[in-house]
């Protein structure tokens, strides 16, 4: 294995638009010890073409094909290729600044970390740019340290493409290829749990672009109502006792989440919404963990439903919807 190799993952699914500007932004890193292994996942359009061509450009670049099976199982492949030390990830529609990977592993190897992790840019259409957060703040976390801050969402985001983790951490983990929305969390969560530790900084590397067609903006279905709540149970029922108040708590928070987004879309998920309200009244134990103005929501919900509708989507098309 090459020593400080970073294997950078990209998946890719009909992103012929994107996918060179993507690659471009990891050829130009400043760190140049790297290989690029870009997995196309089944795409119909003409991405694997493109990623063909920038190839034969530039021998880093490893073009990996498979049918179609979802990131995740991209992901999975990935890996089986990687020859690096260090694993990252990139999404074949966003793209990173130059020198991301050189503070991530001189970060990892001046802390002797196996991830180090930074701060990212959302990027929307209409030129609007939110930071999260870009405080400049450096924070050294253990094991127990990295799964509170990573459960809790304040600071550190729960996604895989602005890390890179030492390969080992990888050994052992099973990944849930049904699970397509908020599988970030969950392999972050394991990749955490087998750290020793973990490095963050908080410099806005990472640059994730908003597509108005990407998965993350797509209609609500099943995946997106379920999911979330089925990460959170996983990771719930395998907490050690140190964060286990933290699990509970972020468990019936995406419980209110959820029950949230179904107000918005409620003409067509009517069952689903009642499903999930009977799951917060059978979880209103972890209430007292949560901040008073998710309690008051928590009791809103249970006691006065048809009122918390109606004020939920007031304040959702007045104040919240348009802001991410």
Same mark, same amino acid.
């Given at each position: 294995m090459n020593n400080n190799l970073i294997s950078?993952? *990209?998946? =890719? +699914?009909?992103?012929?638009? +994107?996918?060179?500007?993507?690659?471009?932004?990891?050829?130009?890193?400043?760190? /140049?010890?790297?290989?690029?292994? =870009? *997995? #196309? %996942?089944? /795409?119909?359009?003409?991405?694997?073409?493109?990623?063909?061509?920038?190839?034969?450009?530039d021998n880093r670049i490893i073009p990996v094909h498979k049918e179609n099976g979802g990131v995740s199982s991209a992901r999975i492949l990935g890996l089986s290729h990687a020859n690096g030390?260090?694993? !990252?990830?990139? %999404?074949g529609d966003d793209e990173i600044e130059e020198d991301m990977y050189e503070v991530l592993i001189n970060n990892a190897l001046e802390y002797n970390a196996f991830i180090s992790h930074c701060g990212y840019k959302m990027i929307f259409n209409d030129g609007r740019i939110t930071s999260?957060?870009?405080?400049?703040?450096?924070?050294?976390? %253990?094991?127990?340290?990295?799964? =509170? %801050?990573?459960?809790? !969402? #304040?600071?550190?985001e729960p996604g895989l493409c602005n890390k890179i983790f030492k390969k080992s951490?990888?050994?052992? =983990?099973?990944?849930?290829?049904?699970?397509?929305?908020?599988e970030d969390l969950l392999l972050n969560y394991y990749l955490f749990k087998n750290s020793?530790? /973990?490095?963050?900084? #908080?410099?806005?590397?990472?640059?994730?672009?908003i597509r108005d067609n990407s998965a993350s903006r797509s209609k609500l279905n099943a995946y997106k109502i379920y999911d979330p709540i089925r990460v959170k149970e996983i990771i719930l029922n395998n907490a050690k006792d140190e964060y286990k108040s933290t699990a509970q708590k972020v468990f019936l928070r995406t419980l209110i989440y959820v029950y949230n987004?179904?107000?918005?879309?409620e003409g067509d998920f009517v069952n689903d919404k009642k499903n999930?309200?009977?799951?917060i009244f059978s979880n209103k134990c972890y209430c007292s963990l949560l901040n008073s103005k998710l309690r008051i929501?928590? +009791?809103?919900?249970?006691?006065?439903?048809?009122?918390?509708?109606? *004020?939920?989507?007031?304040?959702y098309f007045n104040i919240l919807k348009g802001k991410y």
């Open positions: 950078v993952i *990209v998946p =890719v +699914y009909n992103l012929e638009n +994107y996918i060179e500007r993507c690659l471009k932004s990891i050829q130009n890193q400043t760190y /140049s010890n790297i290989e690029i292994i =870009v *997995v #196309d %996942d089944g /795409s119909i359009d003409n991405s694997w073409n493109v990623i063909n061509r920038i190839a034969k450009e030390e260090w694993i !990252g990830f990139v %999404d999260f957060y870009d405080t400049k703040i450096r924070k050294v976390q %253990d094991n127990t340290t990295g799964i =509170v %801050d990573l459960l809790e !969402g #304040d600071l550190i951490l990888f050994e052992d =983990v099973k990944l849930d290829t049904n699970i397509k929305i908020n020793r530790s /973990s490095i963050f900084e #908080d410099l806005t590397k990472y640059h994730y672009i987004s179904l107000i918005i879309n999930i309200r009977k799951m929501m928590t +009791y809103m919900i249970m006691l006065i439903p048809n009122i918390y509708n109606i *004020v939920y989507r007031i304040y």
